[in-house]
């Protein structure tokens, strides 16, 4: 489970990552007792579904 939602977490950037199997790439901080810390998150995308990711990652980081 992952939330940059939280309180403190800011989302940096959604990607599309071009591969076998492509990936939604998302990153995003999370407050940690002395500062922040970077979390990626890699989703596969299966295939015949990459419109759909980039639809999504639009919508999470307009312009992504």
Known sequence: FYSWAATGCSL???AIVDGEPSLL???Y???QRYGTQ???VRV???QGEEKAARQ???SLCPGA
Do not use: G
């Open 56 to 58: 999504i990652a639009e």
């Open 25 to 27: 790439v998302v990153d």
């Open 12 to 14: 940096l950037s959604v």
């Open 44 to 46: 596969p995308i299966p």
């Open 38 to 40: 970077p979390v990626a």
């Open 29 to 31: 901080e999370q407050p």
